[in-house]
T-cell receptor, first 116, second 119 residues
Framework: AQKITQTQPGMFVQEKEAVTLDCTYD???????LFWYKQPSSGEMIFLIY??????QNATEGRYSLNFQKARKSANLVISASQLGDSAMYFC?????????????FGKGTHLIIQP | DTGVSQNPRHKITKRGQNVTFRCDPI?????LYWYRQTLGQGPEFLTY????????KSRLLSDRFSAERPKGSFSTLEIQRTEQGDSAMYLC?????????????????FGPGTRLTVL
């Protein structure tokens, strides 16, 4: 069975600092994808970044980058130069085995608060 | 805006009543997913459709839960005889299957959710 673990229930970070949100995963399948979503207080899940298990390079999307360490089964999200608008819940998720069309498996999330 | 839409956004009902939620996916997306999110947890997968076919429904929480996507476009999620434990946010997502190995083949776009409160 797949599992996503996010060990930081909450984080406080000063504006403009970089922040790393931790995510570890467990799967026996060699082919999988890892996602990060942001959920503001409005409730909508916003896709941030994707990393495939066979990707050679770490994914980057603007201020977001994914620190993918396959041997450690970790996929940490790094947000550079944090902004007040980054305050939200952040969820790490994994695609089903073999990239099939089943639902995503989510972690419990990290509540990030950016302080001015 | 052509994102995923869900109606209603909020629903308050009394225990024992039936409720139905609607999801309109992004128009060209062929896959549609339903999730439940309780307080302090990540979304929990319930079921999904590819076009009008419901390909996975074993994760539906009980036989009180059912979903349809009659014409492969919008979908409805119905909960019969609601219980207080059904109170949660119900999220819908859609995606376009690409079949491309190693690509973001399962990138799902989420709607704003329907928040259900059962009194």
């Amino acid at each position: 069975a797949q599992k996503i673990t996010q060990t930081q229930p909450g984080m406080f970070v000063q504006e403009k600092e970089a922040v790393t949100l931790d995510c570890t995963y467990d799967t026996s399948d060699p082919s999988y994808g890892l996602f990060w979503y942001k959920q503001p207080s409005s409730g909508e899940m916003i896709f941030l970044i994707y990393q495939g298990s066979y990707d050679q390079q770490n994914a980057t999307e603007g201020r977001y980058s994914l620190n993918f360490q396959k041997a450690r089964k970790s996929a940490n999200l790094v947000i550079s130069a944090s902004q007040l608008g980054d305050s939200a819940m952040y969820f790490c998720a994994m695609s089903p085995p073999g990239g099939g069309a089943d639902g995503l498996t989510f972690g419990k999330g990290t509540h990030l608060i950016i302080q001015p | 805006d052509t994102g995923v839409s869900q109606n209603p956004r909020h629903k308050i009902t009394k225990r024992g009543q039936n409720v139905t939620f609607r999801c309109d996916p992004i128009s060209e997306h062929n896959r549609l997913y339903w999730y439940r999110q309780t307080l302090g947890q990540g979304p929990e997968f319930l079921t999904y459709f590819q076009n009008e076919a419901q390909l996975e429904k074993s994760r539906l929480l009980s036989d009180r839960f059912s979903a349809e996507r009659p014409k492969g476009s919008f979908s409805t999620l119905e909960i019969q005889r609601t219980e207080q434990g059904d109170s949660a946010m119900y999220l819908c997502a859609s995606s376009l299957s690409s079949g491309q190995a190693g690509g973001p083949y399962n990138e799902q776009f989420f709607g704003p959710g329907t928040r259900l409160t059962v009194l």
